[in-house]
């Protein structure tokens, strides 16, 4: 096999494919195969039709084409392994010659990974958060331990912003009931920020057997977007009570005895957690010191198939939502045009981004071993609340295992940069991430943090 290659552009090539016909051999003999078993020829059974026959009957032109739809895909994966380019987006492939005994020849045109150099990145300057731990900290963690183990008690008073009501609630266009906008007894916090329009400020004030309607958008169902009149009506208020800050407290939402105690293990575990932000901080910062150094061409194709996915991701929320997307992005307080921008500015950030990884991957000879593997699905179970057996199997069958290794020995790659920059925290002291790495998991080489391995008090 003889393949040349012709730029198009930096991001753009066309491979001329010249192939001796005797290369084709395994794939004219599946034909011949293939071709039994789908025709019916008098005297013979399905399958066992001579070749000789199944041309006379049909023509060489059938089996010739079956054997290029076989052998041409193949070739073509060993055209791009043989002059060495990185395809990102399916090749447009012409069959332009056959030479029947002799030989074919085929063009591809594809985006591909420009090329480029990656630049000494050793020594690169980045600053991060510094670990300290405030009293402010703590208190954060604190209050958040006391909401989770807050009661709530009825009062005889109207509601207020922080209370919780429980409600009924029912929706009229032009003063006909719709069915499926109909709740009841539900329990809202006053001031939470509902997205359905108007809904707190009909709510403060209100008490307990009290009706009170207000005209808004409905944000879903049939008549979503379209005005009708809510009418609410307040079953009962209740005020949150947080239980104090003392001993008993400490012993009710944790292991510790004392409120000193429960203090203590919140310090550290904030300051650990702390460290752990350095890692990703560095990491993330050494690498965008890295790409700003780089200027990379990103292939239109490439960049609209991320954008494209991004979108129907974006598609495939709203729907799960149940809102309309007018009611799902002022839930997110942002515009449709604003989330589009930043697909569009995330996206080739995104694309860049990998193929710098995939060249540190390459000069760097990483690899993924099966433990490294095995610890990147139990990590993304715990992410997705699935088991880790049953993750494996459903990358196993959408034949996605080969994503996994390729994200994880970015990480990796990722780690290369951060480990080889320069840091420094906020407050000018120098930090030494293989001191953290061994403090945080007793090694060398720290995985990219995720967000449950940072511990909860």
Not at 216 to 244: F, R, Y
Not at 315 to 343: C, K, N, P
């Amino acid at each position: 096999m003889k393949t040349a290659v012709e730029e198009l552009s930096p991001t753009r090539v066309k491979l001329t494919v010249e192939v001796p016909f005797d290369e084709l051999r395994p794939s004219l003999d599946a034909a011949y195969k293939k071709v039994a078993q789908q025709v019916r020829v008098p005297g013979f059974r399905p399958g066992k039709v001579p070749a000789r026959i199944i041309e006379q009957r049909f023509g060489r032109a059938v089996v010739l084409e079956e054997t290029l739809n076989d052998a041409v895909p193949k070739l073509y994966g060993q055209a791009v392994d043989e002059v060495d380019v990185f395809p990102v987006s399916q090749p447009d492939i012409e069959v332009t010659k056959i030479e029947d005994g002799e030989q074919i020849e085929f063009t591809a045109e594809v985006d591909i990974r420009p090329n480029f150099e990656v630049p000494d990145y050793a020594g690169a300057e980045v600053t991060v958060d510094a670990a300290t731990v405030s009293d402010e900290d703590i208190d954060g963690q604190l209050d958040g331990l006391r909401q989770r183990f807050a009661t709530l008690t009825g009062v005889e008073r109207a509601a207020a912003d922080g209370d919780f009501v429980v409600m009924d609630l029912r929706a009229e266009i032009d003063g006909e009931n719709i069915e499926e906008q109909q709740a009841n007894e539900v329990s809202y916090e006053v001031g939470a920020g509902s997205v359905l329009q108007g809904l707190d400020e009909a709510l403060a004030g209100m008490s307990a057997g009290e009706e009170k309607t207000f005209s808004t958008e409905l944000v879903g169902g049939e008549n979503a977007g379209e005005q009708a009149d809510v009418i609410i009506t307040v079953k009962s208020v209740k005020e949150k009570v947080l239980p104090e800050l003392d001993d008993e407290f400490a012993q009710l939402a944790s292991e510790f005895d004392t409120l000193e105690e429960l203090k203590d293990s919140i310090r550290e575990t904030a300051r650990r957690n702390k460290l752990v932000d350095q890692v990703v901080q560095a990491r993330e910062k050494a690498l965008d010191a890295l790409l700003e150094k780089i200027d990379i061409p990103i292939p239109d194709s490439a960049l609209k198939a991320e954008v494209d996915a991004r979108k129907h991701n974006l598609d495939h929320q709203i729907a799960e939502s149940g809102l309309s997307r007018d009611a799902f992005f002022r839930l997110y307080q942002t515009t449709e045009e604003e989330r589009f921008a930043e697909f569009d500015t995330n996206s080739a950030k995104a694309i860049k981004t990998g193929f710098v990884l995939d060249k540190i991957v390459k000069s760097e000879e990483l690899g993924v071993s099966e433990q490294e593997l095995t610890n990147f699905v139990v990590r993304r179970a715990m992410q997705m609340g699935v088991q880790p057996n049953q993750l494996a199997q459903h990358l196993a069958d959408n034949d996605q295992l080969t994503l996994a290794m390729v994200e994880i020995v970015r990480d990796k790659a990722k780690a290369v940069v951060g480990d080889a920059a320069k840091v420094v925290d906020s407050e000018g002291a120098e930090i030494d991430l293989k001191a953290i790495y061994t403090e945080i998991n007793g090694e060398e080489v720290v995985e990219e943090p995720a967000e449950e391995e940072k511990a909860d008090a």
